[in-house]
């Protein structure tokens, strides 16, 4: 796999010689993203420095009925940066200029390439913060934010990625550049900035995006709720949401996860609990007092063995850290591990969860969790060996009937991480043969040849490919559903 001599050097004369590569090694580097259990080798890799030179790599790219894709830093969990047979790949990481700062209208604009958690600790002195807070906020970039609509332990009250974007700059298949949105919330027309928001890089290349900002609160209380079954935690979860309080974050953590970060990070969590809840509050200094009492009240009563407050904000830093890099810590315990994303509704959770339970055992694997449980967010991570066949199989068929279960108690495929190349086959699970043609038929709006990272995230079913005529959006609940995704609301 390499570029054509006469591509390389039109690329290259575009980037420089330096930022066109297709040597073995670099190939190899870009196989696959964080779902490691997906890989292909790309044709080549490109490296524009800027959105000019972007959009005419794109029509040399597109001129040439070649595939290619964005890939931010190939984090994501679905395999939507994974290429397909023949695939360039444009790497965002030179695109990362903050392109202006506006305290009073409270945005930022930055290149695609901005590593989440930079635009936070750029803004942070001023008083702001930027909200959507993946776990993965310290290698993400927001170009792959905006692509799968991410979301983070701080989106339970405050909305996901699109509820914190304004605007786009964007680079269509063919090379055109259209912007989307603008510097101000509700920009007549259709909505296009929601619906690239979330479309899996595959209607658009995004080359600027514009970040509302949002102060920071006055006070934040973390709380530790320390519990002896997952079943109680997971009911703690409905009461605190039943009560109307809406803590900033809440997430569960069970014992096989809580045993990895404390091999790691050592945060001080109990090794004898079964799970563990952190229950994040924010408001002005002098509301928050009532509400964490009343939290804690709530955790108590419904089988917490202690609620721990952390005293100051070194300790809600290590709280956060562990459940930041739990996933990262599972590496102690685990050569690999697969991580699943289904979203339910918050009262499914205790019966899903030891249904979850069943299916590892039933597979013969360990499976943890920790994962945002105010949003019905479910992250099982799957152990596995990579090395071992037979539990790679095993562990491709425990994730499907994780998935499956999801759906059958009225959930969704995907809470953040979008579905990519691995769930594309359940798509149909979900939705109607007319919901797919009718989503396929939009994207073609954007991307007619599907150039642009083809065969993700929507399957085509009985489509040979050709252009058909769109058909009626169907009223019934998956197309809720998939409103409700995009709009950031668990189902
Ligand atoms: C340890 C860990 C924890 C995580 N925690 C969370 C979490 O809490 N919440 C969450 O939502 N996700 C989480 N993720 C998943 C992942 O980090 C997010 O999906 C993230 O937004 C991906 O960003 P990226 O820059 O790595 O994108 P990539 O993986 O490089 O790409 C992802 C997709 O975005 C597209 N894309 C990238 N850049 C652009 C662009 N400029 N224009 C158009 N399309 C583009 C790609 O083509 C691909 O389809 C986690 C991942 C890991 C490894």
Avoid at 117 to 133: A, C, M, Q, T, W
Avoid at 294 to 323: C, F, P, S, T
Avoid at 334 to 343: A, C, E, H, L, M
Avoid at 354 to 366: H, M, R, S
């Amino acid at each position: 796999m390499a570029f054509a001599p006469r591509i390389r050097e039109e690329l290259t004369q575009i980037c420089g010689s330096k930022w066109v590569k297709d040597d073995e090694v670099t190939l190899y580097t870009y196989r696959s993203d964080g779902l490691t259990l997906y890989t292909k080798l790309p044709m080549g890799i490109v490296y524009p420095a800027n959105s000019e030179e972007l959009v005419r790599v794109v029509k040399v790219l597109y001129r040439e009925k070649l595939t290619f894709l964005a890939r931010g830093a190939g984090t994501g969990l679905s395999g939507g940066a994974v290429p397909q047979e023949d695939t360039v790949i444009i790497e965002m990481d030179r695109l990362k200029e903050i392109h202006d700062i506006d305290y009073i209208n409270r945005t930022i604009t930055v290149g695609p390439g901005v590593v989440n958690l930079r635009i936070s600790e750029k803004v942070r002195p001023n008083g702001y913060h930027f909200v959507p807070d993946p776990s993965s906020q310290k290698a993400c970039t927001i170009g792959g934010n905006v692509a799968e609509n991410s979301g983070g332990p701080h989106t339970l009250k405050y909305g996901v990625t699109v509820n914190h974007v304004l605007g786009m700059e964007v680079v269509l298949p063919d090379g055109e550049l259209i912007q989307v949105g603008g510097d101000f919330h509700n920009q007549p027309g259709p909505d296009l900035l929601g619906l690239i928001n979330g479309s899996e890089g595959t209607f658009g290349i995004v080359t600027k995006v514009v970040c509302r900002l949002t102060p920071n609160p006055e006070k934040a209380v973390t709380l530790l709720g320390i519990f002896d079954s997952v079943r109680c935690a997971c009911d703690a979860v409905s009461a605190v949401i039943r009560s109307g309080t809406v803590p900033a974050a809440l997430e569960l953590i069970d014992k096989t996860v809580i045993y990895a970060v404390e091999q790691t990070l050592k945060p001080g969590f109990p090794q004898d609990a079964e799970a563990v809840l952190i229950v994040e509050l924010e408001d002005l200094i002098d509301g928050i007092g009532n509400d964490a009492a009343k939290v804690e009240e709530l955790l108590m009563q419904n089988g917490a063995q202690k609620v721990e407050r952390a005293k100051d904000d070194a300790e809600r830093a290590r709280i956060w850290r562990a459940r930041k890099e739990s996933f990262g810590a599972i590496g102690r315990i685990s050569p690999s591990y697969y991580v699943q994303d289904g979203v339910i509704p918050r009262s499914k959770l205790p019966e899903v969860i030891e249904q979850v339970e069943a299916i590892g055992k039933k597979y013969n694997l360990t499976v943890a969790n920790v994962f945002h449980a105010g949003d019905g967010n479910l992250h099982p991570l799957i152990l596995y060996n990579y090395k071992d066949a037979d539990e790679v199989e095993r562990t491709h068929h425990a994730g499907e009937e994780i998935l499956k279960v999801c759906l059958s108690c009225g959930g969704a495929l995907s809470g953040e991480h979008g579905i990519g190349l691995e769930k594309r086959k359940l798509m149909t699970d979900l939705y109607s043969e007319n919901d797919l043609e009718n989503m396929n038929w939009v994207r073609e709006c954007f991307n007619p040849e599907s150039l642009l990272n083809p065969s993700k995230a929507i399957p085509t079913p009985g489509r040979c490919g050709e252009s058909k005529r769109p058909v009626h959006i169907s009223d019934d609940i998956a197309a809720s559903k998939m409103v409700a995704r995009k709009s950031g609301v668990a189902v």
